[in-house]
């Protein structure tokens, strides 16, 4: 079996790439270490000294505000320099290769490279050329991962939940190209969560998805039957009116969230989405904004828990 | 020249024989006995077998000279032993001219290394629209017609580029492959694929496209070879069209019957192949179809890759790998594993793809052309990209230790490579 590449030989977290393969060690160590960077966060002075003098490039190959807003947010609260480069629109359309591009600024003494890239597997290559000093924290992939927002999301689950080991989660809409849904599949089922369910159309999952360790319903309300845990995915638009979904109007009334469906899951059961929503498409309004929604605090969370992936990726 | 080659275990896979013996060449053919030899090659613990034919083989020439020459590849043939090779069509521009023929069968010729058989494009610019000139480029040297890699979705252009063919006789090789399921994707649909987030291409674009043309050699009569099977349904399909009697014939590649989705890793590029990787069922089914004999024969399915066409992402890296140098090696390991008898394990790339090419048999038998590989079959071989001839680098087996290596390959009773 090849070594996990996102290890180092002592199997420390040297870059973050996937939450697939992480020891659970792993993952508790990162979500303990968000914890203790929640405080900074709401304290006055919002800044820790631990990067200072180090440097954060953001390399965004994909167009993206949220996630490379809480990551600049994290690295500045690390008190780090952070460069954003936006990719799309620069070397990349000048025809430089990838692996040109990030040598070009580990020449610029780069510590920590956040990247978000459109081909599943680009980071991967990257953490392949960098130097050893050099940390890649995975910003989302094509429809690989997007470890971050799995943390995130793993992190509002316990705040919220404290136990994985009793719950029961589902996981809604667009599996198929979701890179959310997969980092937090592997996320819930290192931890221990016991029931981890998927609910879509056969054509917004991918072929063998049980073997994730999911349950698969096609029917959302016997999915969301005594749910602790209801994670909605963003569906886009561009998959509507092909041959995945004939309408969003006729998603919506098979698999949007209304208070009516959630009404099936635990009376305590918390709604989860990891933005951007489409209101009326796969979430209503009422729940989106309602009591059980917890959508703008995994915001906040995301900062933190950026925060700790840096401080531990660049201690290693 | 007049050789004698001495103290060679004979192998003869046509045939089944395997024993010591003497082999005598003179004036490019295999002759019963010779007065004066002007060479002795001491082949003492070496096998002497038919040179390996490789019905798949790019030499990138005309159009992508910075990804192989002629010669680079020319020379990594008979490294490895190989001694015929067919070419598919998707050069640039693609094999559909007769001049193009020409001119690439006497750069050939010139080099003096393995022979050249060239596949002729079956659609202009392999665009599936108009057919080629196929009798003009049969002339030229065309032993087949294809559409390499290309996938040809319109059935009508395939029903009647198979009805022409079939008039002439001339045999048509396809891969199978449903040009809209397969669409967008790079890699087997399934377990693996949906962890690692890339788009699948599912076991049946294969089976269905598999189905089609059988369906249309029913309608047709024409000849086809189906290249590069990938899946145990393909297996299925092809063991019925045997049975049945339909004029078709069949190949796998070496990196199928050795390797599967899983070997993908953390998305080694090495592994973007075309067809992909299957499932570990698909590749025993593969193996042992080989060793059964419903699969002909097995190629090299040699496509240089520059290093740029690698350092990329998955999904964005360039399909292919280097196979020449490597074909023999391979056969080895998969025949061991199948515990078949050397000759057996040799026919598939000697004497079977030698009747699906339609050339003079590969066999040690006075007569018979000397096309010959000698080889050490239990020398150990590194696979080491570096020390490839072939300008191709990339290979999934970088860094195996397998077992095989030629000594010395002699074409038309020439020897053109020596180690």
């Known amino acids: 079996m090849l070594r996990d590449p996102q290890l180092n030989a002592n199997g420390e977290l040297q870059h973050l790439l996937s939450i697939e393969g992480l020891p659970r060690e792993v993952l508790v160590q990162i979500l303990d270490t968000a914890e203790s960077f929640a405080g900074v966060t709401e304290r006055e002075v919002k800044k820790v000294p631990l990067l200072r003098g180090k440097s954060v490039f953001n390399l965004f190959f994909e167009p993206s505000t949220r996630t490379r807003t809480t990551f600049e947010i994290a690295a500045k609260r690390l008190s780090a320099d952070v460069i954003n480069l936006n990719i799309a629109v620069s070397s990349q359309s000048k025809g430089e290769s990838l692996l040109d591009t990030v040598a070009n600024l580990s020449a610029m003494q780069a510590d920590i490279f956040v990247v978000r890239h459109a081909s599943s597997g680009a980071p991967f290559l990257i953490a392949r050329h960098v130097k050893p000093h050099e940390h890649v924290i995975n910003a989302g992939d094509g429809r690989h991962a997007h470890p971050t927002q799995g943390l995130l999301d793993l992190f509002t689950i316990r705040h919220y939940k404290k136990d994985f080991t009793r719950l029961t989660v589902a996981v809604i809409g667009d599996v198929l190209h979701s890179r959310v849904a997969r980092s937090l599949i592997h996320g819930l089922t290192t931890l221990g969560a016991p029931e981890v369910r998927v609910i879509a159309p056969q054509t917004l999952l991918p072929s063998g998805v049980e073997a994730l360790g999911v349950r698969v319903f096609h029917d959302m309300r016997a999915g969301l039957k005594d749910c602790d845990v209801v994670v909605m995915l963003r569906l886009q638009n561009e998959r509507m009116g092909g041959a995945l979904l004939p309408s969003a109007q006729e998603y919506f009334k098979s698999y949007g969230l209304t208070a009516d469906k959630l009404h099936l899951a635990r009376p305590d059961a918390i709604v989860m989405h990891p933005g951007p929503m489409n209101r009326g498409v796969e979430i209503d309004s009422t729940v989106a904004d309602g009591p059980h929604s917890v959508i703008l605090p995994q915001v906040t969370f995301g900062i933190a828990v950026r925060m700790a992936v840096m401080s531990i990726v660049a201690g290693n | ?419």
Request: a negative charge.
């Open chain 2, 1 to 419: 020249m007049r050789l004698h080659i001495k103290n060679g275990r004979l192998v003869d896979p046509a045939t089944g024989k395997d024993g010591p013996g003497d082999l005598y060449v003179d004036e490019g053919r295999i002759v019963e006995r010779l007065k004066s030899p002007e060479r002795t090659i001491d082949a003492k613990g070496l096998v002497v077998s038919p040179g390996f034919i490789d019905l798949s083989a790019r030499l990138r020439e005309p159009g992508y000279e910075y990804k192989a020459t002629l010669e680079s590849e020319m020379d990594a043939a008979v490294a490895g032993g190989v001694t015929s090779l067919a070419c598919p069509p998707d050069t640039d521009p693609p094999l559909d001219e007769p001049g193009l023929v020409d001119m690439l069968r006497r750069r050939a010729l010139s080099l003096e290394r393995a022979r050249v058989y060239p596949i002729g494009a079956l659609t202009m610019k392999l665009q599936g629209k108009a057919l080629t000139e196929m009798a003009e480029l049969a002339e030229a040297g065309c032993v087949a017609f294809s559409q390499a890699n290309v996938p040809l979705a319109d059935t009508q252009v395939l029903w009647r580029a198979l009805q022409y063919a079939a008039t002439f006789g001339f045999p048509v090789w396809l891969r199978a492959e449903d040009a809209w399921l397969a669409q967008g994707g790079v890699a087997h649909d399934g377990e693996v694929a949906t962890r690692l987030g890339l788009p699948g291409i599912p076991g049946f674009a294969e089976t269905v496209a598999l189905s089609t043309i059988l369906e249309l050699v029913r309608a047709t009569g024409a000849r086809v070879h189906v290249c590069r099977l990938s899946t145990a349904g393909a297996v299925e399909l092809m063991r019925r069209a045997k049975a049945e009697r339909l004029p078709v014939s069949c190949d796998v590649g070496i990196h199928h019957v050795h390797l599967c989705d899983r070997d993908l890793g953390y998305f080694d590029a090495n592994c973007r192949l075309e067809p992909p990787l299957r499932s570990q069922r698909d590749r025993d089914a593969l193996s042992r179809a080989l060793a059964e004999g419903t699969i002909d024969c097995l190629c090299s399915d040699h496509t240089p890759v520059d290093e740029d066409g690698k350092h990329l992402p998955f999904a964005e890296a360039e399909p292919g790998a280097t196979g020449l140098e490597l074909l023999l090696p391979l056969a080895l390991k998969w025949g061991q594993a199948r515990e078949l008898p050397l000759a057996a394990t040799l026919a598939r790339i000697t004497s079977e793809p030698a009747r699906i090419l339609g050339v003079a048999p590969a066999r040690l038998a006075p007569g018979a052309p000397a096309d010959l590989a000698l080889f050490d079959p239990a020398a150990p071989l590194r696979v080491t990209p570096e020390a490839l001839k072939s300008q191709g680098k990339n290979t999934p087996f970088a860094g195996y230790e397998l077992a095989g290596r030629v000594r010395a390959t002699i074409v038309g009773g020439a020897v053109v490579y020596e180690a």
